[in-house]
Nanobody
Framework: QVHLVESGGGLMQTGGSLTLSCAAS????????WAWYRQAPGKQREWVAS???????VYADSLKGRFIIARDNTKNTVYLQMNNLKPEDTAVYYC?????????WGQGTQVTVSS
């Protein structure tokens, strides 16, 4: 069982930047694929970006160029850097890890962007 813990959310102003962290309880190499999702109030969970250990990162078209995934293997942590934040980025952000048929989710971290 892998535990994922997100952190780094908060209240930001439009145009600001924020980096979210997703710390894994085990080596991130034990996870085949990583992803970030978000869920805005009253909306379905939306895929943001993902990567595998052997493929390049892919981003949702609407977020490409503003959001960047990074990783620190020594800290077993995956990051989501969010730039030029907009009010529509307001959501709970979740990291997701997949190993085989098993999906792991963190508890989410709230990001609120004020106009």
């Amino acid at each position: 069982q892998v535990h994922l813990v997100e952190s780094g959310g908060g209240l930001m102003q439009t145009g600001g930047s924020l980096t979210l962290s997703c710390a894994a309880s085990e080596s991130i190499f034990k996870i085949d694929a990583w992803a970030w999702y978000r869920q805005a109030p009253g909306k379905q969970r939306e895929w943001v970006a993902s990567f595998t250990n052997f493929a390049e990162t892919v981003y949702a078209d609407s977020l490409k160029g503003r959001f960047i995934i990074a990783r620190d293997n020594t800290k077993n942590t995956v990051y989501l850097q969010m730039n030029n934040l907009k009010p529509e980025d307001t959501a709970v952000y979740y990291c997701n890890g997949i190993t085989g048929a098993t999906k792991y989710w963190g508890q989410g971290t709230q990001v609120t962007v004020s106009s």
